[in-house]
């Protein structure tokens, strides 16, 4: 049993797949990566298996994601770190002391 549920474009050559399969008997969920290159075209290692008895868990932590958290945002602790000035440091142009 396979059911292709959509893939999601991860650069020219690499795709991700989700899909709904059975693997050693066990139904599950999978999230692979799927390449079409010149040397080699098919599923790669990378990617997750999800078990069918553990998948209510993956959707729940899922959804409890707000888009708003992938948005890039800078706290006040996420501050740019301080520049160190080469010549108070003692070091030279050539990275020299």
């Given at each position: 049993?396979?059911?292709?549920?959509?893939?999601?474009?991860?650069?020219?050559?690499?795709?991700?797949?989700?899909?709904?399969?059975?693997?050693?008997?066990?139904?599950?969920?999978?999230?692979?990566e799927f390449v079409t290159s010149q040397n080699y075209t098919g599923f790669t290692k990378a990617g997750v298996r999800i078990k069918a008895d553990k998948f209510e868990d993956f959707k729940a932590m899922i959804n409890s994601i707000d888009s708003?958290?992938?948005t890039e945002h800078k706290t006040p602790t996420q501050q740019?770190?301080?520049t160190v000035d080469n010549d108070e440091a003692g070091i030279d142009e050539q990275g020299l002391m």
């Open positions: 049993m396979e059911k292709d549920i959509g893939e999601i474009p991860k650069n020219e050559e690499t795709k991700i797949i989700i899909r709904i399969d059975d693997f050693g008997g066990q139904p599950g969920l999978t999230i692979r708003s958290d992938l740019e770190p301080a």
